[in-house]
């Protein structure tokens, strides 16, 4: 795009996406620097963009590839923060408003938050940097997926976003990876949503970080939950074909409990012990 040539000497590039929950398509001028979540220095202070990436982060490792957080859950941030955020709940509910008014957060009706197109699309680079293993990709447009829909077949690596879903199916009734027949509309049984409705209220469980590894020594709080996976062995593999991820070797994230922090620094037999995410089924709605 020529316009895009112009804007190099900015570090600056003109970048489309589509929204997730109608398809439409939106465009955004993005800052290319790797500093992170530079695009949001000017319009808030360093508390609140410390506050930001924790909600990020707990939307990032939501359970049930649900990619969303409840109201309670994103205000018991502050306490979580107490150390780094001097932040009020009260403060902090005026501060998540501002999140969602200038588009880098989404409310839904039920009250939970997930990531805006916005954040997706400005912010992709420092999501894919700190969460490799959380990313997955659309099978059919290859974008970023956080609400869509994904095959019920165990292990099955198909995960469509709700406008690739309709696409496809006016000229497929099979999954494309493998083959088992599906329902006319994205939101019938037995699919499996991504996004919110994979949760019901009160699901959400403990917070989860990400797990400290080699080469997260110095950054802050890397760590999270591998219970709950442990007994999620009836939904799709979370690893997929072509999903952006960074899980091999040293440097490899789990994902733990946050009351399981001590223990998952305790050395390497344990950690060895936590099953990667990455390797997890979820459960089946009821």
């Known amino acids: 795009m020529n316009v895009n040539k112009s804007l190099n000497d900015f570090e600056l590039e003109f970048k489309g996406i589509q929204d997730e929950t109608s398809g439409k398509k939106l465009f955004s001028l993005v800052n290319r620097k790797d500093d992170e979540l530079a695009q949001m220095a000017t319009d808030f202070t360093p508390n609140e963009i410390v506050f930001f990436k924790a909600i990020v982060e707990q939307i990032m490792l939501a359970r049930?590839?649900?990619y969303s957080l409840s109201s309670i859950a994103a205000l018991g941030e502050v306490t979580a923060l107490k150390d780094k955020v001097k932040m009020t709940?009260?403060?902090?509910?005026?501060?998540?408003?501002?999140f969602v008014a200038k588009g880098w957060l989404l409310k839904s009706k039920r009250g939970r938050y997930s990531l805006s197109p916005k954040t997706?699309?400005?912010l992709f680079p420092y999501l894919k940097a700190t969460y490799p293993d959380e990313i997955l990709e659309c099978t059919i447009c290859h974008d970023m997926i956080t609400k869509?829909?994904?095959c019920h077949r165990?292990?099955?690596?198909t995960r469509m976003?709700?406008?690739c879903f309709k696409t496809f199916r006016r000229h497929k009734g099979e999954c494309p990876t493998c083959q088992i027949e599906w329902p006319r509309e994205a939101t019938e049984s037995p699919l499996i949503p991504v996004g919110e409705d994979a949760v019901r209220d009160g699901e959400d469980g403990k917070?989860?970080?990400?797990?400290?590894?080699?080469?997260?020594?110095?950054?802050?709080?890397?760590?999270?939950?591998p219970s709950q996976g442990q007994t999620q062995l009836s939904q799709p593999s979370r690893t997929q074909k072509g999903r952006k991820s960074k899980g091999k070797g040293k440097g490899r994230k789990t994902v733990v409990d946050e009351d399981e922090d001590e223990d998952a620094e305790a050395g390497p037999d344990e950690e060895e012990?936590?099953?990667?995410?990455?390797?997890r089924r979820r459960n089946t709605r009821p």
Not at 211 to 223: L, V
């Open 64 to 66: 049930k590839e649900s």
């Open 89 to 98: 709940k009260t403060q902090a509910e005026g501060v998540l408003a501002t």
């Open 120 to 122: 997706l699309l400005e």
């Open 148 to 150: 869509g829909v994904a």
């Open 154 to 157: 165990n292990n099955c690596k």
């Open 161 to 163: 976003h709700f406008h």
């Open 207 to 225: 917070r989860r970080v990400r797990a400290r590894t080699m080469s997260d020594e110095d950054t802050d709080e890397d760590m999270e939950d």
């Open 273 to 279: 012990e936590e099953a990667p995410r990455t390797q």
